[in-house]
C-alpha cells in the first residue's frame, strides 16, 4: 500500500541533535529537535522515535506537532547519552500545502559525540545534523 503512495523527497527538514546547559541541574543534556528551514509551514508533524542495535530496542516514542512554522525548530525529546551507542531512527511525516511527506532520519551508533559537533541551521548552537 505504502508503495502505492507518491512521497515527494523531503528538502530543508533536518533532524538535530544538540548538547545544551540545563542551567535549573548544572548539567548538559542532549535534546533533539527538528528544523523547519522552508519557507512554508508544516503541519501535521508525526515523529516517532527509536533506538536500535543487534542486541537492543528502545521504546518506541511518538511525538505530534500541530504546525511547524517557517523558518523555527521544536523540541522532539530528550535523549540520555547511554543509547547513543544505538542506532537513532527519527521517522517523520508531514503536511506541506495539503501534500504528504515522509522521510526517515538515523543517527548511526556512535555517531552523537562531542567531536561531530557542527553549526545548527536557525538555531545558532552547535549540534549533530541529520539532513
Known amino acids: 500500500m505504502k508503495e502505492d503512495i507518491d512521497f515527494p523527497e523531503v528538502k530543508d527538514v533536518y533532524v538535530a541533535v544538540v548538547k545544551t546547559k540545563n542551567k535549573s541541574y548544572e548539567t548538559e543534556d542532549w535534546t533533539a529537535y527538528i528544523?523547519?528551514?522552508?519557507?512554508?509551514?508544516?503541519?501535521?508533524?508525526?515523529?516517532?522515535?527509536?533506538?536500535?542495535?543487534?542486541?537492543?530496542?528502545?521504546?518506541?516514542?511518538r511525538h505530534k506537532?500541530?504546525?511547524?512554522?517557517?523558518?523555527?525548530?521544536?523540541?522532539?525529546?530528550?535523549?540520555?547519552?547511554?543509547?547513543?551507542?544505538?542506532?537513532?531512527?527519527?521517522?517523520?511525516?508531514?503536511?506541506?500545502?495539503?501534500?504528504?511527506?515522509?522521510?526517515?532520519y538515523l543517527f548511526r551508533k556512535n555517531t552523537i559525540n562531542d567531536k561531530a559537533l557542527q553549526s545548527i541551521p536557525l538555531m545558532q548552537v552547535k549540534g549533530v545534523l541529520v539532513k
Open 35 to 61: 528544523i523547519n528551514d522552508k519557507i512554508v509551514d508544516l503541519e501535521v508533524v508525526i515523529i516517532v522515535t527509536k533506538g536500535y542495535s543487534q542486541e537492543k530496542i528502545t521504546t518506541t516514542m
Open 65 to 104: 506537532i500541530a504546525k511547524l512554522p517557517a523558518k523555527s525548530y521544536a523540541k522532539i525529546e530528550l535523549m540520555q547519552e547511554e543509547v547513543f551507542a544505538l542506532n537513532n531512527v527519527f521517522k517523520v511525516s508531514f503536511f506541506e500545502n495539503n501534500r504528504m511527506f515522509d522521510k526517515t
